[in-house]
């Protein structure tokens, strides 16, 4: 991957001194060499105060912005809120729409048992 940089410098001068020193700013427009955004390559978990970065996470946990721990705990505070993540929507829900303990919620559970009993019905006539 290469990083162009933008032609703008930061100056930062000390106090009480005429010191100062410079860096230059990556561009966060840039594509990197399959072209993809390099500001979309910083990921971080949904979750409230979780620090875990996501730059060397399984591509899942990257796509839908959540580590395996949140994607696995039972209950996750996100914008506040207490949620799960559904493993079949792969999106945060609250916690009345899921059954006891199960990661998938009721929504799509009803939709995969539906499915599964057109199949097996359709089988044995």
Known sequence: MS???????????????????????????AKDDKGSSLSSSIVCCQADNCTADLTDAKKYHRRHKVCEFHAKAPVVIVSGIQQRFCQQCSKFHELPEFDDMKRSCRRRLAGHNERRRRTTGEGSS
């Open 3 to 29: 990083i162009s940089v933008q032609s703008l410098l930061i100056y930062h001068t000390y106090p009480h001194s005429d010191k100062f020193f410079s860096w230059e700013v990556p561009n966060m427009d």
